[in-house]
């Protein structure tokens, strides 16, 4: 699977979260339910100071085979109570390019980049709504 290295400055994110694991029966359901929430639910349209129009999901707090998902949106200060604030750290990521059926090819990728053998830091990882999917490198 081909990728990228890139090298990317801190980002900020705004959103909703929940914790989850790839062996938990409800994952799918769980980060299909933030995106709904993010979207359907209304919270898209009370964050403020947002870079872009673009919503960002990702995956930090790796423990125990958990972790915590976040979606929302990058803003350039993090102004709103009540929701999440995530900082996406500066450094670099292994950045996969997707085609297809979004939902079905960001599943297929991602179940092909946990069989990957990368330096992984487990820091965290995001994939944005274009989609491209980045891994934070060691």
């Known amino acids: 699977m081909k990728y990228e290295i890139i090298n990317l400055e801190e980002k900020i994110v705004v959103g909703v979260s929940a ?3 790839n062996d938990g ?3 799918g ?3 299909r339910g933030l995106w709904e929430k ?3 639910g209304g919270i898209s349209e009370t964050i403020k100071n947002k870079v872009n129009k673009y919503a960002i999901g990702f995956y930090s707090d790796y423990e125990d085979n958990k972790y915590l998902v976040t979606v ?3 803003v ?3 102004e709103n109570e009540g929701l999440t604030v995530k900082k996406i750290p500066s450094g670099k990521y292994a950045k996969f390019f997707i085609k297809g059926h979004m939902e079905k090819a960001v599943v297929e990728t991602w179940s092909k980049i946990w069989q990957m053998d990368l330096d992984r830091r487990y820091e965290v990882d995001f994939d944005n709504v274009k989609i491209d999917i ?3 490198l060691k």
Do not use: H
């Open 72 to 74: 929302g949106n990058e």
């Open 19 to 21: 914790i989850t694991g």
């Open 38 to 40: 993010l979207y359907q």
């Open 29 to 31: 359901k769980a980060i």
């Open 134 to 136: 980045y891994i934070s």
């Open 76 to 78: 350039c200060k993090a």
């Open 25 to 27: 029966p409800n994952m």
